[in-house]
């Protein structure tokens, strides 16, 4: 069948208007009258900020999606792994590139997730996939102050603390657990575990002082 | 021993094109120095001298030619070559100081095992961290490690098992150590007959040392006389690069009554005890405590003729940004002659203080003054010094190092 002009442009006009429904709805979804904020601030014992702390944020009493794995990188530059911490998705995938010009052979033993690089510069494996959650500790077989950890997690809204110890995310109003964690800290894990009702349009806020100093980073130096 | 040595320099050369060739790491350095002194010629060329350099050699000298191997065999062993020129005292224009196969499995639940074999220094030193057993922070290495460079070396085997409490919930490591070792019983020789000095040279594995014997011959430490093994055994605490807490227990239990009549050489039983810490702040200082007590003999027990030795120091290093660092020592030793008429005793005290900068990559300078007071039995055969002799030594070192070390 032919349509003619005029029914070509109704058409046009039809399609137009289901677009910018489509457009309104999708709007409406990404901000939802009970969307909240949350916004934590992490900080030593001292009152100074913490930087690299992992935040994870769980919903209690209710399911929210899994969160989508993602593609990530753990550098390895002036024989110091490049970040010393990483939180990614259950099901993630994190490369290993090797940028100093010495030879890397990295490996964990850690449960969640065993693997070994054998002797290597610069990109040549691909990426390793963390299919369990947990905290994965990586350490290089060569140089052996060289540590770093991955937490793999399946909360829906992670990350870990800016230069500030600030994290912050939009998620919608509920009930949540969060959980902080630094490798360095002298606290139990259980200690910086908050649970929090946000309601609808709230801006929480959540500040965490660790109790005591962290242990000292690693460091360069031959190995006794 | 000299084939042995020439041939080991031969493979040496030989793994260096097939290293190259690989891609495997290399690494080759050129030490030179300017030197002003106003010591006597140093005990390990004859005389009487406590530092490396006597007042005759101020001017520019040789510090060290260096080339270091490390060929990967396999995923988990490797090789790894040491070889130096430093002056024309040893037999070879270049020696090896250390050549030995390792073998580093993957660590598994917390346990890391780490196993050496061939020839290697065993793990007494705090200091001498660096590449090629050199020392991070001065140019001349402390009393007690002069000693270990000079006569003390592992022929045998070694292994180490790391209980990684850093990849749990413990602030640090906890290592056991222990080595079986042949070759090394005429160490302490040296020791006796010239007391302790500060020095940088390392006696090439199987190589000679030390003062003029009345026949012109040299101390040859390593050799094996009656066939027993020697062993060493020793703890460890550590953080990587924070803090190590080391105690050592070194025996090479040579048969004091043992001789090689062919070669009219006798055994020297020589055992120590080494302690020590070194401790890492953020800021980038560094502190290193070391003490090591022992004795040499070359009769049995109660027989006077033993050597007992003890030499220890304070190490003090500040980084100051990413290419300095300024580092002072205080050493104090001594080495008591407990012949059937005692002959007294060698002993002293050094100041170190170096100076080091690292304009690049590749380039290296140090600004290091040493002055070592110090007073010996053996000056009474042709000298006659009232008391102690101050000795002042300053060098500069320009250092140029190529190849891709690390590995």
Known sequence: MRLSARSNRALLVIRAAIAGMALLCALLYATPASAASLAISVQLADGKPLADAVVTVQPVGRKLPAPTPISAAMDQMNRMFVPEVLVVPVGSAVSFPNSDSVSHQIYSFSPARRFQLPLYRGKPYPPVVFDHTGIIILGCNIHDWMIAYIDVTDAPFYGTTDAQGAWSAQLPAGHYRITVWHPRMREQTSTLVRELAIGSGDRATLTLQLTKPLRPAPMEGESY | MRAATTLLFLIASALLGATVARGADWELDLDLRAVSSDAATSVLDGGYGPTRFSERQSGLQLGRLRLALNVPLGEVWKLHLDASAWDHSYRNPMGLTEAYLQFRPYPRNHLRLRVKAGGFYAPVSLENGAGGWTSPYTLSYSALSSW????????????????????????????????????????????????????????????????????????????????????????????????????????????????????????????????????????????????????????????????????????????????????????????????????????????????????????????????????????????????????????????????????
């Not at chain 2, 409490?165 to 042949?182: E, H, N, Q, Y």
């Not at chain 2, 239990?253 to 080494?274: K, Q, Y």
């Not at chain 2, 100051?320 to 001594?334: A, E, K, N, T």
């Not at chain 2, 002959?343 to 590749?362: C, I, L, R």
């Open chain 2, 148 to 407: 270990l460079a000079e006569e003390v070396r592992t022929v045998g085997l070694e292994a180490k098992v790391d209980w990684l409490g850093t990849r749990s919930d413990l602030p640090f490591d906890i290592s056991a150590i222990g080595g079986v070792f042949g070759w090394n019983e005429v160490a302490g020789a040296a020791l006796a007959g010239g007391g302790f000095i500060l020095d940088d040279r390392q006696t090439p594995l199987f190589d000679r040392v030390g003062r003029f014997e009345s026949d012109g011959a040299r101390i040859e430490p390593f050799r094996e006389i009656d066939g027993r093994a020697g062993y060493y055994g020793g703890l460890a605490l550590e953080a990587p690069g924070r803090f190590v807490l080391t105690a050592l227990r070194y025996d090479n239990r040579a048969n004091p009554a043992a001789v090689d009549a062919l070669e009219h050489v006798i055994a020297w039983h020589t055992t120590f005890n080494s302690v020590a810490a070194r401790l890492e702040y953020g800021a980038g200082w560094t502190v290193i405590a070391q003490w090591l007590s022992g004795q040499t003999a070359i009769a049995p027990r109660g027989s006077d003729l033993d050597w007992p030795f003890d030499a220890r120091y304070l190490l003090l290093s500040k980084r100051v940004g990413s290419r300095q660092r300024l580092s002072v020592r205080y050493d104090r030793f001594r080495v008591e002659s407990r012949n059937v008429e005692p002959d007294g005793e060698q002993s002293g005290h050094g100041w170190t203080v170096a100076y080091m900068f690292n304009p690049g990559k590749s380039w290296s300078l140090t600004l290091e003054g040493l002055r070592v007071t110090s007073n010996s039995y053996i000056w009474g055969e042709e000298q006659s010094h009232p008391g102690p002799v101050t000795d002042t030594q300053v060098q500069l070192a320009v250092r140029y190092a190529l190849g891709s070390a690390g590995y």
